[in-house]
């Protein structure tokens, strides 16, 4: 496969440096610099990722479907909370104020009280990845959205449109750059936030698999996890940067990440 002339410059220096990496790890793997159970050498982490392939691969659609869902439903309603706070000025002065102190509850906190209450199955999970995503998303739109152009604004308004065509004609395609913006950071932290939340409770899943791991001192499959675990994320931004540049077309092309 040959990767496009505009992306090898962005790829070629964290390949580089994560082979790097690699190297010295299997170096000092290998020459019994540290012990494989603190940190197995990567040969031995492709291993057992070779050998629990269909398992990690179930447990990653598990993942992937907790995330999803929690990162999509915080798109929706961090956008819709944005537009509503802007059109409502009373009641983003009165609401931002406590999204603000909401991101002061760690959800380290927040995690056993949603699992005691809804259980270990899909819905918790989901919760939690929307509670981490709502806010970036939310807060990057009103921002966008206060940002659009006031002449545009005027002149649209004067040739007769309403307030809900000034949204959808000026407000929202000038807020769509900061909801990518945010969407994007939102995606970091969404497949780390379902893992997370897997490992303090589930039957499936890659936190799952983590916690199995941990305790049957199997690091190499721990590794494993995590190696999948970084993928997902990193597949994830790189999924929405892709959408945002099909979308804001107008926009100068942005980097893969």
């Known amino acids: 496969m040959t ?16 082979v790097g990496v690699a190297l010295c790890t299997e170096a000092a793997a290998r020459l019994g610099w540290v012990a494989p159970y603190v940190l197995p050498a990567p040969s031995a982490v492709l291993a057992a ?4 392939a269909p398992d990690l691969a179930r447990h ?8 999803g869902l929690g990162l999509g439903a915080a798109a929706v309603l961090g ?6 706070l802007h059109r409502l000025p009373a ?23 949603l699992l005691l209450t ?21 807060v990057s739109t009103l921002d966008g959205l206060s940002r659009a152009d006031p002449d545009l604004l005027r002149v649209t308004a004067s040739l007769g449109a309403s307030p809900g065509q000034l949204d959808r004609l000026v407000r929202w395609p000038s807020a769509l750059p900061s909801f990518f913006s945010g969407l994007k950071v939102a995606a970091t ?19 799952y698999v983590l916690q199995t791991s941990v305790n049957a001192r199997a690091t190499d499959l721990m590794f494993a996890a995590v190696a999948v675990c970084a993928l997902l994320s990193v597949g994830l931004v790189a999924l929405t940067t892709a959408l945002s540049r099909r979308v804001l077309r107008w926009l100068p092309p942005q980097p893969p990440f």
């Not at 990722?49 to 629990?52: D, G, K």
């Not at 990653?60 to 995330?67: D, I, V, Y």
């Not at 936030?193 to 499936?204: C, K, R, V």
Request: aromatic fraction near 10%; charged fraction near 5%; avoid cysteine.
């Open 49 to 52: 990722l070779w050998h629990s």
């Open 118 to 138: 809804l259980g270990f199955g899909l819905l918790p999970k989901v919760l939690l990845v929307l509670l981490g995503s709502f806010f970036p998303v939310a």
């Open 91 to 113: 009641l983003q002065r009165a609401a931002l104020p406590w999204l603000v102190v909401s991101q002061t509850v760690p959800l380290v906190a927040l995690a056993p009280l």
């Open 79 to 84: 956008a819709g909370a944005a537009l509503a």
């Open 189 to 207: 932290y969404a497949v780390p936030t379902a893992i997370f939340s897997e490992y303090l409770g589930a039957y499936a899943g890659l936190g």
């Open 60 to 67: 990653a659609a598990q993942t992937l479907l907790e995330t």
């Open 3 to 18: 990767v496009p002339g505009r992306l090898r410059p962005a790829l070629t220096g964290p390949v580089s440096l994560g």
